[in-house]
C-alpha cells in the first residue's frame, strides 16, 4: 500500500516506549493506522483492487511512505472520503462505537461522562454518544477542548482544571455510563458520580496512572467495570469490528459524522507530530500526511 496519511494514536507513544500492550519485536515503524492506496497485492489474492483505496489498521507501518499489511486489515472507503479522515477514522470512532454500543449497551435517553473529551476518542465518544441519544457530560481541561466537544454535540461541559468533577456531575444527577480513556484521579472521581447499575468503560490511562478499583463501592452501587481494548476484538470478535466500521463509514457518507482533525504535519516532521501528543496540546486527531498525489 502506498501511504497517503497516516493517524496517530496515544498507543504510538507507548509502544515508542515498549509499553504498549501490542508492541511489535523491534525495530518497526511506528503509525496503527492509515490509509492509502493499494499498488501491489500478493500471489493469489483478487479480491483487493489494484489502485483501490482503503483505510487500514494494521498496528504498525503508517509512517512510511509504503507499508506491507493484511488483505483483512483493510476497508474500503468511499471515494469522497479524503485520506486525512480515513486516516484519522478506524481507531477514534471504532473504539467510541464498539465500547457504547456493544460493550456499555448506551440507552437513549442515559447520561453520557466522557473523560478527556477533546482527545481522539474522546471527541468520538461525544459525538457517537448524542447520535445514540444520550444526555453527554464531557469533561476536558481549557476554554478551546470544552469548545471542541460542544462543537461535537455535548450538553454539559466541564472544566477538570476548575470544577471538581465528582461534585458538579452529582449536581447533573449523575452518570449511567462512563467512559474512561484518562485513568488516574478522574477515574476515581467519576466513580464517586456513577449512578447505581452504571457502566464505567475502562478505555485506556492517558494519565500514566492506572487507578486501582475499589471493590466494596462497585457492590454497594451495584456498578459494572468494563475493560475495552477495541484492538483485542480484531483477534477474537473481528465481525464486531467489521460491522461497527460498516456502520460508521455509512454514517460518514450520511455526512452524520466528521472526524474532528486538529493538527497535521508532513511526514518530516513526525517527531513534532507525537510530541504534540505526548504534551497533551491536541485537540482531536493528529495526522501525518505521508504522500502527496
Same mark, same amino acid.
Given at each position: 500500500?502506498?501511504?497517503?496519511?497516516?493517524? +496517530?494514536?496515544?498507543?504510538? +507513544?507507548? &509502544?515508542?516506549?515498549? *509499553?504498549?500492550?501490542?508492541?511489535?519485536?523491534?525495530?518497526?515503524? /511506528? @503509525?496503527?493506522?492509515?490509509?492509502?492506496?493499494?499498488?501491489?497485492? @500478493?500471489?493469489?489474492?483478487?479480491?483487493?483492487? !489494484?489502485?483501490?483505496?482503503?483505510?487500514?489498521?494494521?498496528?504498525?507501518?503508517? /509512517? $512510511?511512505?509504503?507499508?506491507?499489511?493484511?488483505?483483512?486489515?483493510? %476497508?474500503?472507503?468511499?471515494?469522497? &472520503? #479524503?485520506?486525512?479522515?480515513?486516516?484519522?477514522?478506524? =481507531?477514534?470512532? @471504532?473504539?467510541?462505537?464498539?465500547?457504547?454500543?456493544?460493550?456499555?449497551?448506551?440507552?437513549?435517553?442515559?447520561?453520557?461522562? %466522557? +473523560?478527556?473529551?477533546?482527545?481522539?476518542?474522546?471527541?468520538?465518544? %461525544?459525538?457517537?454518544?448524542?447520535?445514540?441519544?444520550?444526555?453527554?457530560?464531557?469533561?476536558?481541561?481549557? *476554554?478551546?477542548?470544552?469548545?471542541?466537544?460542544?462543537?461535537?454535540?455535548?450538553?454539559?461541559?466541564?472544566?477538570?482544571?476548575?470544577?471538581?468533577?465528582?461534585?458538579?456531575?452529582? $449536581?447533573?444527577?449523575?452518570?449511567?455510563?462512563?467512559?474512561?480513556? =484518562?485513568?488516574?484521579?478522574?477515574?476515581?472521581?467519576?466513580?464517586?458520580?456513577?449512578?447505581? *447499575?452504571?457502566? !464505567?468503560?475502562? !478505555?485506556?490511562?492517558?494519565?500514566?496512572?492506572?487507578?486501582? !478499583? #475499589?471493590?466494596?463501592? &462497585?457492590?454497594?452501587?451495584?456498578?459494572?467495570?468494563?475493560?475495552?481494548?477495541?484492538?483485542?476484538?480484531?483477534?477474537?470478535?473481528?465481525?464486531? %469490528?467489521?460491522?461497527?466500521?460498516?456502520? +460508521?463509514?455509512?454514517?460518514?457518507?450520511?455526512?452524520?459524522?466528521?472526524?474532528?482533525?486538529?493538527?497535521?504535519?508532513?511526514?518530516?516532521? $513526525?517527531?513534532?507530530?507525537?510530541?504534540?501528543?505526548?504534551?497533551?496540546?491536541?485537540?482531536?486527531?493528529?495526522?501525518?500526511?505521508?504522500?502527496?498525489?
Amino acid at each position: 500500500m502506498q501511504v497517503l496519511a497516516c493517524g +496517530l494514536n496515544f498507543a504510538d +507513544l507507548l &509502544m515508542a516506549r515498549g *509499553e504498549y500492550q501490542d508492541t511489535p519485536v523491534p525495530p518497526f515503524t /511506528l @503509525g496503527l493506522e492509515m490509509a492509502g492506496t493499494v499498488v501491489a497485492t @500478493g500471489a493469489g489474492q483478487t479480491d483487493i483492487p !489494484i489502485g483501490g483505496r482503503f483505510a487500514c489498521f494494521s498496528g504498525k507501518g503508517g /509512517l $512510511a511512505e509504503f507499508a506491507s499489511v493484511s488483505a483483512n486489515s483493510l %476497508v474500503a472507503i468511499p471515494d469522497d &472520503m #479524503p485520506a486525512n479522515d480515513a486516516a484519522a477514522f478506524m =481507531v477514534a470512532y @471504532g473504539t467510541s462505537h464498539v465500547a457504547l454500543s456493544h460493550k456499555a449497551k448506551l440507552l437513549a435517553g442515559e447520561t453520557l461522562l %466522557v +473523560l478527556g473529551a477533546a482527545g481522539g476518542v474522546g471527541l468520538t465518544a %461525544v459525538e457517537i454518544g448524542k447520535l445514540m441519544g444520550a444526555r453527554v457530560i464531557a469533561c476536558a481541561r481549557g *476554554e478551546k477542548k470544552l469548545e471542541a466537544a460542544e462543537a461535537a454535540g455535548a450538553d454539559h461541559l466541564i472544566d477538570t482544571s476548575t470544577n471538581d468533577l465528582k461534585e458538579t456531575v452529582r $449536581a447533573l444527577g449523575g452518570a449511567d455510563v462512563v467512559y474512561d480513556p =484518562v485513568g488516574g484521579e478522574l477515574f476515581r472521581s467519576a466513580l464517586g458520580c456513577t449512578r447505581p *447499575e452504571g457502566r !464505567i468503560l475502562i !478505555i485506556g490511562f492517558a494519565s500514566g496512572d492506572i487507578p486501582q !478499583i #475499589p471493590a466494596n463501592i &462497585m457492590l454497594v452501587k451495584n456498578i459494572s467495570a468494563l475493560g475495552f481494548y477495541w484492538g483485542g476484538y480484531l483477534k477474537f470478535r473481528p465481525d464486531v %469490528v467489521r460491522d461497527s466500521l460498516n456502520e +460508521l463509514i455509512k454514517w460518514y457518507a450520511d455526512g452524520r459524522i466528521r472526524p474532528h482533525i486538529g493538527a497535521t504535519f508532513p511526514l518530516r516532521q $513526525a517527531e513534532d507530530a507525537l510530541a504534540l501528543l505526548r504534551e497533551r496540546k491536541s485537540t482531536g486527531k493528529v495526522v501525518v500526511e505521508v504522500t502527496s498525489l
